[in-house]
């Protein structure tokens, strides 16, 4: 087990956790400036709020929006498509959970790069797995037609987005509302279409499956923006759209009124403070990622105090599964210990350990609790005795359970995510309901020192070789760091660890009890 640190210690793991903090926010309040202060004056002088100033105004006063994706692209097309052009999250919208996918105009006038789709896809799997209201601000300018072959064709290309807007209308019957405060273009029409209310605003907002320049070409007839795709030709000639709104405010209070029309959401359970303050959770991991800590400390800080029940606390000590609350939400939780449980050695899964947390998942979902996994794992034992221990067909009922597991399942990475251990503690390739990470979390099939050692063992010591061990070594770094792993959505976001507690709460509200039997992709068959 981990010693208890001192008060040197203490600082400095504190000291550490900050600076990854800060250096989190500081990339954060840049990719949300969009394309800059110049463009955002130019959507003002429009007489247009921004992308994120519409979600601000659209959710509840106070209201927490959980952004999903925030960091996606951020460090691809030399910085010019932060957040890729569209802001997607989870608020409260008249107290109901909602999705928002929001076009940020000021990025390339809203239009989609490869991966936009892969963030309004993700929004939209959230409405579907979770059965939530999802809305659409849009205001795009389409297709950004140079590097249209990674965003129109394929399985997961621009059409998958008008399938699930058709699963959601016809087989989920999720509520889904377009609000159209820009330009709609050719495909992207479909979009609002295809939900159940549209909006849009006077003056301000084009639908149309080609503009007047396209028309121009294609037809020959000259026409304007307004008379060819206008909101009064969409509401009193084509009868397309279903309102007209003065103004952005006017269209989101609109939207709003719908929201008052939904079942009002359940009363929230009362629940109890964590055993210890959120305050000290900065100095729970050690600034040293190899090092061993406690986590029973970092549980503390998120958990309620009352009725946590470990499981088995004595049989595989190196999975900690319990019985909790979470804000007065039943959960169950499983997460790695870390340090040396003699013999053992924590983050790393034994025969006992699969078949524990497969016992344990099974029981979860015969209660019907979501599951919240706390990925700090190193991987699967190896060598003779764990082979002759059947670690393979244990490790096989670990992922079974896990991937066939219908309740809720929520993942937050504290540290490392290795190995096949990541894929059995609810890797994102098994569906997770959600995932979020610390700003020190480490996705990835094994550390870099293993790395070189499976690369370069026995080679000769040369220079040539010394050089390519470091890059090794640097590049492993480089993909293991948690806004890395962001940027290419490997996560829904990386959280402060001082909002965990609010943030693994919203999403067990959001998941509430439904349950998936199939992941969104193939719920139709």
């Known amino acids: ?74 460090d691809k097309y030399e910085g010019q498509a932060p957040a890729a052009g569209v802001v997607t999250g989870l608020g409260r919208i008249e107290e109901r959970l909602a999705v928002i996918v929001a076009n940020d105009a000021t990025v390339k006038a809203g239009a989609w790069w490869p991966e936009t789709i892969t963030k309004i896809l993700r929004a939209q799997e959230i409405a579907m797995r979770n059965r939530l209201p999802i809305v659409y601000l849009v205001d795009s300018a389409g297709v950004n037609l140079p590097h249209q072959d990674s965003i129109f064709p394929g399985q ?30 050719a495909g992207g029409a479909y979009l609002p279409a295809l939900s159940d209310f549209i909006i849009m605003v006077e003056h301000s907002s084009f639908m149309g499956l080609g503009g007047p320049n396209l028309v121009k070409g294609a037809t020959g007839e000259t026409i304007d923006q307004e008379s060819l795709g206008g909101a009064h030709l969409h509401n ?59 986590m029973e400390d970092v549980l503390s800080r998120i958990f309620d105090r009352n009725d946590f029940l470990e499981f088995q606390p004595e049989f595989a000590p190196e999975m900690l599964c319990a019985s909790a609350y979470l804000s007065g ?115 990835g099939v094994m550390e870099g020192e293993s790395a070189v050692k499976a690369l370069f063992a026995g080679a000769p010591e040369t220079e040539e070789i010394k050089q390519a061990m470091e890059q090794t070594r640097a590049d492993y770094e480089r993909w293991l760091d948690a806004k890395y792993a962001a940027a290419r959505g490997h996560c829904d976001a990386v959280i402060d660890p001082l909002e965990t507690r609010e943030v693994l709460t919203l999403a067990v509200e959001a998941a509430g009890n439904v349950r998936q039997a199939l992941p969104p992709a193939l719920a139709n068959l």
């Open 329 to 443: 939400h039943a959960v169950s939780v499983i997460a790695n210990r870390r340090g040396f449980l003699k013999p053992r050695i924590g983050g790393i899964i034994y025969t006992e350990t699969a078949r524990k947390v497969a016992y344990f998942v099974e029981l979860a979902e015969r209660q019907g609790t979501p599951i919240i996994y706390i990925q700090d794992v190193s991987g699967f034992m190896v060598g003779l005795q764990a082979e002759s221990e059947g670690i393979i067909r244990a490790g096989a009922e670990m992922v079974e359970a896990m991937s066939c597991a219908t309740v809720p399942r929520i993942v937050l990475t504290v540290n490392h995510a290795s190995g096949a251990g990541y894929y059995a503690m609810a890797g994102q390739g098994f569906d997770p309901s959600f995932t979020f990470s610390w700003p020190t979390a480490r996705i």
């Open 156 to 185: 997961y290309g621009a059409g998958r987005i008008f399938f699930y807007n058709s699963l959601m209308r016809r087989k989920l019957h999720i509520p889904q509302i377009a609000a159209v405060m820009g330009p709609c273009i």
């Open 236 to 294: 009193g000639v084509s009868g397309v759209a279903h309102y007209v709104a003065k103004n952005d405010e006017d269209c989101l209070a609109t939207i709003r009124a719908h929201f008052r029309r939904l079942p009002p959401p359940a009363s929230a359970p009362v629940g109890h403070d964590p055993e210890h303050p959120a305050s000290g959770i900065y100095a729970a991991l050690p600034a040293d990622h190899r090092l061993p800590y406690s």
């Open 1 to 74: 087990m981990a010693d208890t640190p001192n008060a040197a210690e203490i600082e400095a793991r504190a000291a550490h956790m900050r600076h990854l903090v800060e250096t989190l926010r500081r990339l954060e309040n840049k990719v949300r400036e969009g394309g800059g202060p110049h463009r955002i004056e130019k959507q003002h002088k429009a007489g247009k709020l921004t992308a994120r100033e519409r979600v601000t105004k659209l959710l509840d006063p106070g209201a927490r929006f959980l952004e999903i994706g925030l960091l996606i692209a951020y």
